[in-house]
């Protein structure tokens, strides 16, 4: 385990004043006669003059928040009107209330960034076809050692979130036997299957429904063996992709869900393209984490559909070049790119078992995989593609926003999740690296002081420092690989009052994530300013109602000092990065790790990157089996180490 001395180190140790590189050329666009560009230190230019959003979320009342300085609103349409809704009325409704509102902003002087995400259709909505649905696999293992040599009905159980409807004939069910070494399908002997809704309470106030799934088999006697699981795979359409969260993220490739979206885009040209337009934005929340084949849940599954499917033979083949070489890297025999399937993992692996070695495959592969280095290539080649092909469609969404409604920069919005941004930014990172120009990070935090005495912010009641400065690292990064500039902004901001069980989420419409005074906010911006952030929107869904009166003022009497602190500032905190091999050979010098590396000259080294605490973690293995360890922080420092 890692000490809380050495993590209070990892989360500071690494952070360095950096200029961002020099050599990076500005992006440009010009829109209705009107010329923008963005500055390699992020910042947004237009008419030659600063861009600086600075406003909320929602939008106030016009006359009244211009009186105040704020001049920067929200064009969208309602999701009453027009996400939820399949009544034309109603649909011409929501566009005449957009179209009047941007007339407003436009007479008055005002501009506005327009909504995208929601011209997409919704999870719920039901506009999104079968055939645009996304091909699914649910992942489920037990381990059923107990009933060796038993003969009798068996039942198994799980919860999950997938449909109430299962197709008796897309469950597919296995037997393993560790002792020896074998497999069989027993599908056929599963004789029911019954589902039954539950409402799952997480907290005080989260609560969501799920689905109790009940699965009944024959009487059959299971072999007489150590080592018993069975893995379960049931198949689906679901209405939008899994693994992302929390927004509502349909197959962004299905021609059905692409002409909707053209057609939200016609529709809405005329209300949204206007002078006063000044960005684009996806600004519903859209990520993912590391979704393993070994993991248990809902996984895609593209062995049938055509389109992803031949995307994923085509990116193995810029990948790799020839196929010969994608055979050295599988120890496969391939004839072509086109025999190269999407791989569905029935492996039993457990949930609290780890990936790679550790977890088994490389002393039991029952004949699924050649060997454990080939069950982690094929992993990881397939969560690279599905992180790549996301990003690939969301840039190729923004340009079909530009050819509809005009050139103005495009932005694609992540939570504020705590961690290194390179984990939680990847789907970002691919379509800023295709032409989407702007990130969109929102915060939810606290300030105070690190261990260093510097002002950072830090998760809702906890001292979980939010390593802000891996964002501008990685836009730096990402400047740099595509030659041109990006932007950065808060859509939404905000100081929860209460962190972990009791937070409490009131949409922005009360003081959930009000600050308890103008210095704290103010402190709140100059942070996220240190940190590369050339915007502001503060939750508030509606800043007219009462609870929020006491911080629009404050956020208003502050605007001068932030917006000028934006623009001039050009230094960032950085994180300097090191490479996972750099992190081996740092923990091999390692003194007290090189003397005892003497002595075990066959040790291996693998390193893996924690993105909760931003290190790399080295473990060292011998004749499979984990011998040692180090921890090395991002600027090469040996926090902690461990022999066995």
Not at 244 to 268: C, D, E, H, T, V
Not at 439 to 454: E, F, P, S
Not at 461 to 487: H, N, W, Y
Request: charged residues 25%.
């Amino acid at each position: 385990m890692i000490s809380m001395l050495a993590l209070i180190a990892i989360t500071d140790c690494a952070v360095v004043c950096a200029q961002s590189d020099a050599t990076v050329q500005p992006t440009r666009g010009k829109y209705m006669g009107q010329s923008w560009h963005i500055d390699a230190d992020h910042l947004l230019w237009w008419q030659g003059k600063p861009y600086v959003r600075y406003g909320f979320t929602g939008n106030g009342d016009v006359d009244r928040f211009m009186n105040k300085g704020f001049t920067q609103f929200n064009a969208y349409p309602s999701e009453e009107l027009w996400v939820f809704s399949k009544d034309p009325a109603k649909n011409r409704q929501a566009i005449q209330e957009v179209d009047t509102f941007t007339d407003l902003l436009q007479e008055k002087g005002a501009t506005y960034y327009a909504g995208l995400n929601l011209l997409w259709p919704w999870r719920g909505s039901g506009k999104i076809a079968e055939e645009d649905m996304v091909g699914c696999v649910f992942r489920k293992v037990w381990d059923v050692t107990e009933l060796s040599k038993k003969e009798d009905a068996i039942e198994l159980e799980f919860i999950s979130e997938i449909p109430l409807e299962v197709n008796r004939q897309n469950v597919q069910v296995y037997l393993f036997d560790f002792a020896a070494e074998q497999y069989e399908d027993i599908s056929e002997k599963l004789k029911d299957y019954q589902t039954a809704e539950k409402t799952i309470e997480e907290s005080a106030s989260e609560r969501y429904r799920a689905t109790t799934h009940r699965l009944k088999f024959g009487p059959m006697r299971l072999p007489n063996s150590g080592g018993l699981r069975v893995t379960v795979l049931v198949r689906m359409a679901l209405p939008t992709v899994p693994g992302m969260y929390p927004g509502s993220f349909p197959a962004l490739w299905k021609s059905g869900i692409q002409q909707y979206y053209r057609n939200g885009l016609q529709q809405f040209r005329a209300a949204y393209r206007k002078p006063g337009l000044r960005g684009m934005k996806f600004g519903d929340e859209i990520n993912t984490h590391r979704v393993s084949l070994t993991h248990m849940g809902l996984h895609v599954d593209f062995t049938r559909d055509a389109i992803a499917l031949s995307v994923y033979r085509k990116w193995l083949g810029r990948r790799f070049g020839t196929i010969a070489r994608l055979n050295d890297a599988l120890v496969a025999g391939y004839e072509s790119f086109e025999d190269i399937p999407w791989h569905i993992c029935i492996y039993p692996f457990l949930e609290d078992e780890s990936e790679g070695r550790s977890n088994g495959l490389s002393r039991a592969l029952f004949g699924l995989y050649k060997s454990a280095e080939q069950f982690e290539m094929i992993d990881r080649l397939q969560e690279e593609f599905r992180v790549w092909f996301y990003g690939h469609w969301l840039a190729c969404y923004a340009r079909m926003a530009k050819e509809a409604i005009g050139d103005v920069p495009v932005f694609v919005t992540s939570a504020g999740i705590t961690g290194d941004a390179e984990g939680y930014l990847q789907i970002h990172r691919h379509a800023m690296l295709e032409g989407i120009e702007g990130l969109i990070r929102n915060h939810y935090a606290w300030v105070g002081r690190d261990a260093h005495g510097r002002l950072s912010t830090f998760a809702a009641g906890s001292k979980m420092r939010f390593p802000l400065e891996t964002v501008t690292t990685l836009l730096d990064s990402i400047q740099q690989e595509c030659g041109s500039a990006k932007t950065y902004f808060a859509n939404e901001f905000g100081h929860p009052q209460r962190g972990g069980d009791d937070f409490v989420d009131d949409f922005g419409l009360g003081s959930a994530f009000s600050f308890p005074s103008k210095e704290e906010l103010r402190n709140f911006l100059l942070v996220l300013i240190e940190n590369g952030c050339k915007g502001f929107n503060m939750f508030k869904m509606n800043p007219n109602v009462p609870a929020a009166q006491k911080e629009v003022e404050w956020f208003s009497q502050l605007k001068p000092e932030i917006v000028q602190k934006t623009i001039e500032t050009t230094e960032y905190r950085k994180l300097i990065r090191i490479t996972a091999e750099e992190a081996i050979s740092i923990a091999r010098k390692h003194t007290k790790l090189s003397r005892w590396l003497e002595k075990h000259p066959k040790a291996k080294a693998t390193a893996a990157f924690n993105e909760h605490y931003c290190v790399w973690i080295i473990e060292f293995i011998e004749d499979d089996s984990g011998i040692g360890f180090a921890s090395v922080s991002m600027d090469g420092q040996v926090l902690e180490s461990e022999t066995r």
